[in-house]
């Protein structure tokens, strides 16, 4: 069974950083198949594409956060990190990690998502 | 950066109607990269449609995805209770992916 597991602090002071980790069971972070991406979603908001990540290291980012935003992929503990700076409460949001596959251009597996408070 | 424009923001029918959702590109894109989602209240969205039309793994086929160019629309022919839930349309081009603001359908 193909799971993504989202871990990190609940609650991160404004001003610091953000960190989560993604962690993948059942499918390999290093197929060329795939990209690991990172959504939010604010309170009673719609999502927000975050940024991906694919095996090699290669990173894409939201225009809107690309100055504070750095995604990592660990390919021999088969996860992959956020990391978000100078968080403010606009930061304040569910994050999910998800599984973007090529072949059909969809987020298919998602994470359950953790819930970041920046207070 | 392709905007994603959904309508309308909240759709209030019975259980058996037609659901009808509009997704609307502030560019014309490529069908292969227009995907539907399926978010239901403390849940993580799951996915409903590839390339604009396809059906993904589970989902019944009530649910169908039409469109190019700049409309696309999804459409679930007879609402089931558990089809209560917030849509999303999500475009993936140039390295960029962007998702709709969402269109909310609640029993009415």
């Known amino acids: 069974q193909q799971l993504l597991q989202e871990s990190g602090p609940g609650l991160v002071k404004p001003s610091e950083t953000l960190s989560l980790t993604c962690f993948v069971t059942?499918?390999?972070?290093?197929?060329?198949?795939?990209?690991w991406g990172w959504i939010r979603q604010a309170p009673g908001m719609g999502l927000e594409w975050i940024g991906s990540?694919?095996?090699?290291?290669?990173?894409y980012y939201n225009p809107s956060l690309t100055s504070r935003v750095t995604l990592s992929v660990d390919k021999s503990d088969n996860h992959f990190s956020l990391s978000l700076t100078s968080v403010t409460a606009a930061d304040t949001a569910v994050y999910y990690c998800?599984?973007?596959?090529?072949?059909?251009?969809?987020?298919?597996?998602w994470g359950q998502g953790t819930v970041v408070t920046v207070s | 950066e392709v905007v994603l424009t959904q309508s309308p923001g909240t759709l209030s029918l019975s259980p058996g109607e037609r659901a009808s959702l509009s997704c609307r590109a502030s560019?014309?894109?490529?069908?292969?990269?227009l995907a539907w989602y399926q978010q239901k209240p403390g849940q993580a969205p799951r996915p409903l449609m590839y390339?604009?039309?396809n059906r993904a793994t589970g989902i019944p086929d009530r649910f169908s995805g039409s469109g190019s160019g700049t409309d696309f629309t999804l459409t679930i022919s007879r609402l089931e209770p558990e089809d209560f839930a917030v849509y999303y349309c999500?475009?993936?081009?140039?390295?960029?992916?962007?998702f709709g603001q969402g269109t909310k359908v609640e029993i009415k």
């Open positions: 990540v694919y095996f090699s290291g290669t990173t």
């Open positions: 998800a599984r973007w596959v090529g072949s059909s251009d969809v987020f298919d597996i």
């Open positions: 059942g499918a390999s972070i290093s197929s060329s198949s795939y990209f």
């Open positions: 560019q014309s894109v490529s069908r292969s990269y």
């Open positions: 390339g604009a039309s």
């Open positions: 999500q475009h993936y081009g140039r390295a960029l992916w962007t």
